[in-house]
């Protein structure tokens, strides 16, 4: 997978899933900083397609503006 923001990421946090390490593809967008863990063993098709799919759902995907921290007086 090699699409913009949108990376495969094993070493970041994982949702709670019920699956050995081994058995997660886990994906994150580097913008929203969403995750997807795509369960394993799929067919190569299917993790291209989800794959594929989550690519396009993050790609108009803005990243998070930096905002400086609220003043809580404000
Ligand atoms: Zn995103």
Redesign the pocket.
């Known amino acids: 997978m090699k699409d913009e923001h949108v990376v495969c990421d094993f070493s970041g946090p994982r949702p709670p899933v019920l699956l050995a390490p081994e058995n997660q593809l886990p994906m994150q ?1 580097l ?2 900083g ?1 995750r997807y863990v795509l369960a394993l063993p799929c067919s190569i098709t299917m993790a291209a397609v989800v794959s594929k799919q989550y690519v396009r759902e ?1 790609r108009r ?1 803005k990243p998070r503006p930096v905002s400086p921290p609220t003043n809580p007086t404000g």
Do not use: G, Y
């Open positions: 967008c913008h929203c969403d993050h995907c």
